[in-house]
Each structure stands twice: as C-alpha cells, then as structure tokens.
C-alpha cells in the first residue's frame, strides 16, 4: 500500500466513522449502539470472509472505530451540556 493511500484512507475512515456514528446517535438517541454495530461489522466481514488482516488494515480499520467512538463521546458531552438533538 502506498504511504498517501494510507494517510488518506486513515483520515477518510476517522470521519467516516465519526460522521456516522454521530447520525444513528442523534436518530437513534443511543450512545453506544455505533460503536457496537461498527466493532460487529468489522469482525463479522473478517470472519465470514476469512480474512487475515494485515497491519495497514488492522489500523485503518481501528481509525475507523476511533472515530465511532469520537462520536459516541461527542454526543455524551452535548447531551450532559443540555443540548437537545431530535
């Protein structure tokens, strides 16, 4: 893998996964269910498929929960900040 395809793909999967998990928290009014899908989602495909990940995906793909995660923690802190979404 190329060096620029990895940093582009780092930061494509950090928003990504914040940009979603944002949204499904907001429409869903749950905090933590992103995170769950997501960790669902990347295990089930590895193993339905059998893939064994090698180190650029294992970190693009952890990027990528990160983000879900940012975006768990950013709707928690709103919401303890009074600011009410849907």
Do not use: E, H
């Not at 992103?34 to 650029?56: E, K, S, T």
């Amino acid at each position: 893998m190329n060096l620029l395809q990895f940093i582009v793909s780092i930061v494509l999967f950090i928003v990504l996964g914040f940009g979603i998990g944002f949204i499904i928290n907001m429409i869903l009014r749950t905090t933590w269910l992103p995170v769950v899908l997501a960790l669902g989602l990347v295990v089930g495909i590895l193993v339905y498929n059998r893939i064994v990940p090698n180190v650029f995906d294992v970190a693009i793909l952890a990027c990528g929960l990160a983000g879900t995660i940012g975006g768990g923690w950013t709707i928690q802190i709103l919401r303890k900040k009074g600011y009410r979404m849907f």
